[in-house]
């Protein structure tokens, strides 16, 4: 069975930078055919697609966020990371990581980790 | 690239079906038969329900089916249960270079 794990800080200060990681049982990222995403959620509203890393190290992200984001693969670690700079109080949400089995089949998501943005 | 637009509320009563939308347009939905069901309970995580329009991960009862007619998917879920009522989102595939978008998001209410 496939499991993902999120984790990492609660609480972020203005400006500075978030990291997540996402801890893979029951696969290997290093194995090819899936693709690895974090995915945010505002409180009380829709999902977001933050980026995706596939097992060879490319990366896309989303436009929006391009250019405060980074996705990272460990793979002695059987991890992949989040970094998000410069983050606002709109960065507030839960983010979650999960596993793309090909064009968007997300299965399975993390329990997903609330981080706040405050000072 | 815009959400797909779904809409905020459905309801239905025990042992009904409900049918739930998912407008997109001819970058997504209308040119991928990629598109995939997620039902959110209260403070958990997503959980994939339906994939590729129409198939079932397994696990997932047959009471929920998906189609797709245009730049329009849908969901159903027949003989509604108690542990139906959720949030559900869709999300579209809209080609290799790019990552698709998710649904606005359906609350459906049992009755």
């Known amino acids: 069975q496939v499991q993902l794990q999120a984790s990492g800080p609660g609480l972020v200060k203005p400006s500075q930078t978030l990291s997540l990681t996402c801890t893979v049982s029951?696969?290997?990222?290093?194995?090819?055919?899936?693709?690895w995403s974090w995915i945010r959620q505002h409180p009380g509203k829709g999902l977001e697609w933050i980026g995706y890393?596939?097992?060879?190290?490319?990366?896309y992200y989303n436009p929006s966020l391009k250019t405060r984001v980074k996705i990272s693969l460990d793979t002695s670690k059987n991890q992949f990371s989040l970094e998000l700079r410069s983050v606002t109080a709109a960065d507030t949400a839960v983010y979650y990581c999960?596993?793309?089995?090909?064009?968007?089949?997300?299965?399975?998501w993390g329990q997903g980790t609330l981080v706040t943005v405050s000072s | 690239q815009s959400a797909l637009t779904q809409p905020p509320s459905a309801s239905g009563s025990p042992g009904q079906s409900v049918t739930i939308s998912c407008t997109g347009t001819?970058?997504?939905?209308?040119?991928?038969?990629?598109v995939s069901w997620y039902q959110q309970h209260p403070g958990k995580a997503p959980k994939l329900m339906i994939y590729?329009?129409?198939k079932r991960p397994s696990g997932v009862p047959d009471r929920f089916s998906g189609s797709k007619s245009g730049n329009t998917a849908s969901l159903t879920v027949s003989g509604l249960q108690a542990e139906d009522e959720a949030d559900y989102f869709c999300?579209?595939?809209?080609?290799?270079?790019?990552?698709?978008?998710f649904g606005t998001g359906t609350k459906v209410t049992v009755l």
């Open positions: 890393i596939y097992y060879n190290d490319n990366t």
């Open positions: 999300c579209s595939y809209a080609g290799s270079n790019n990552f698709g978008v």
């Open positions: 029951g696969d290997s990222i290093s194995s090819g055919g899936n693709s």
């Open positions: 999960a596993r793309d089995r090909g064009k968007r089949r997300f299965d399975p």
């Open positions: 590729e329009v129409n």
């Open positions: 001819s970058s997504d939905i209308g040119t991928y038969n990629y």
